[in-house]
């Protein structure tokens, strides 16, 4: 890594750079789709909504991002997401996480009370505090 970063230095600026690689440039909330397999199920979303709130998804998905150099030429730099990210989870209740992450507090919770405690129960998971706080207002 040192040795590319001297490179980069000394033939370029951060900011042209990262014009360069764009919606792949390192700490980018923007980009091509995420795969997310969940329970088998393929949900396509975008790192800018995985990066709305703090959640095991975006902590996951900072986690796994990988950063492969091709050459030493900045022609042919790339950085790679890894293709997909697989949880071991009720795809079904999956639809109201990502529902939330696009959606924040406009997002609309079912009115049976025992699906709503389903959904507090993958927002734990999931490590989201304000769609749990959501669901603990709904169920009250």
């Known amino acids: 890594m040192h040795k590319i970063k001297s490179h980069l230095d000394s ?18 909330t923007t980009g091509k789709p995420v795969k997310l397999d969940i329970g088998g199920t393929i949900f396509h979303t975008t790192p800018t909504t995985i990066y709305k709130y703090f959640s095991r998804l975006k902590r996951d998905f900072e986690f796994h991002r990988e950063f492969h150099i091709k050459s030493d030429s900045i022609e042919h730099y790339s950085l790679m ?13 999956f639809r109201y996480i990502l529902n939330f992450l696009r959606d924040g507090d406009n997002m609309k ?18 490590m989201l505090k304000e769609l749990e706080e959501l669901c603990s207002r709904k169920k009250m």
């Not at 919770?109 to 999931?126: D, G, Q, T």
């Open 11 to 28: 033939k370029f600026t951060i900011k042209p750079i990262l014009k360069y690689l764009g919606k792949l440039a390192p700490g980018s």
């Open 81 to 93: 997401y890894r293709d997909q990210l697989f949880y071991d989870r009720d795809s079904e209740n």
């Open 109 to 126: 919770l079912p009115k049976n009370r025992e699906k709503v405690e389903e959904i507090l129960e993958e927002a734990k998971f999931w």
